[in-house]
Structures are given as C-alpha cells and as structure tokens.
C-alpha cells in the first residue's frame, strides 16, 4: 500500500467519522452505527499497516544499513513499542 492509499485511507475514515457522529446525534439503529465505527476501524487498522510497511521498507533499512548502533537499537524500541500500542 502506498501514501495515497494511507491518505485516502485516513480522509475516508475522517469522512465516517462525521457520518458516524451524525448517525449518534440522529439517535440512528445502534447497530447501524456499530457497522460504520467498524469500517473505519478497519480503516485505521489498513493505514497502520501501510504506514508500518513503509517505515520497515525505508526509514527501518536506512537504520539498519548505518554504523549507528545506538540509533539501531532506538529503532527496534520504537517498533516494539509501537506494535505493543497497536496489539492492546
């Protein structure tokens, strides 16, 4: 997934976000607004995904490649942690 998919990814859910707020305003068939909180969740999960891939693929490797060791071992932490944030 490339950075327009992310970005068309990021102003869909911004789109349902409005929707979904609207629905909840509405006092719309909470299930109905289950179903779109949904869809942007998979959504967000998709951008994350995207986002990770293109830091593994670039910002990780050039990490990696360098002599830097301290500047290594800060990748791995911030990875960790990030995937940590995202399995909770």
Known sequence: MNTDTTSINF????????????????????????????????????????LMEDHLHHCFLKAIDSKNEKKKLEMIEEILKVTKLANK
């Open 11 to 50: 102003k869909k859910v911004r789109s349902l976000m409005d929707k979904i707020i609207k629905m909840k305003e509405r006092d719309e068939y909470c299930i109905d607004i289950m179903q779109q909180n949904l869809a942007a969740i998979g959504l967000l999960k998709s951008a994350h995904q995207s």
